[in-house]
């Protein structure tokens, strides 16, 4: 299993970011992809998380602003993310869970105000 973040960087508040994380070694389109980020200094929290139905489920603190999706054929999950704000500032992750859960390595987004 090989989960690859790409898409970070350094934005300034109110802009946009569309991360992208490319999945390997499972049966992609069967599975639930999650979406989570780490602060300095803070534990990981959960960002999203798209079902293999491609329904969607979004934590309070990035709801209305973030999108998650996902493109079978590519074996990808995506996060766009508008309007971000400082806060937002974290290495995103994405995962996946298959009896023991994967984690990518991780993409640095940095939002300045």
């Known amino acids: 299993v090989q989960l690859v973040e790409s898409g970070g960087g350094l934005v300034q508040a109110g802009g946009s970011l569309r991360l992208s994380c490319a999945a390997s070694?499972?049966?992609?389109?069967?599975?639930?992809m999650g979406w989570y980020r780490q602060a300095p200094g803070k534990q990981r929290e959960y960002v999203a998380t798209?079902?293999?139905?491609?329904?969607?489920d979004y934590a309070n603190a990035v709801k209305g602003r973030f999108t998650v999706s996902r493109d079978n054929a590519k074996n990808t999950v995506y996060l766009q993310m508008n309007r971000l704000k400082p806060e937002d500032t974290a290495v995103y992750y994405c995962?996946?869970?298959?009896?023991?859960?994967?984690w990518g390595q991780g993409t640095q987004v940095t939002v300045s105000s």
């Open positions: 995962n996946v869970v298959l009896g023991y859960t994967y």
């Open positions: 798209i079902t293999s139905d491609h329904n969607t």
């Open positions: 070694g499972f049966i992609f389109s069967s599975r639930y």
